[in-house]
């Protein structure tokens, strides 16, 4: 997972809080989980929980 400093300097936006930095990581962690999982769907690889 990306820390907050990194995702800092991939924002390069001085204005968001760690608080806001924080929560759009891991909004972006969602995201790319629900991504990933459809990805694999439509491969039709199977992953076991």
């Keep these: 997972m ?3 400093q990194q995702v800092k300097e991939l924002l390069n936006d001085p204005n968001y809080s ?10 972006f962690r969602s995201l790319a989980e629900i991504i990933f999982e459809k990805w694999q769907e439509e491969k039709g690889i199977k992953i076991d929980d």
Excluded: G, K, S, Y
């Design 18 to 27: 760690d608080e806001e930095i924080a929560q759009i990581r891991d909004e």
């Design 2 to 4: 990306l820390t907050i």
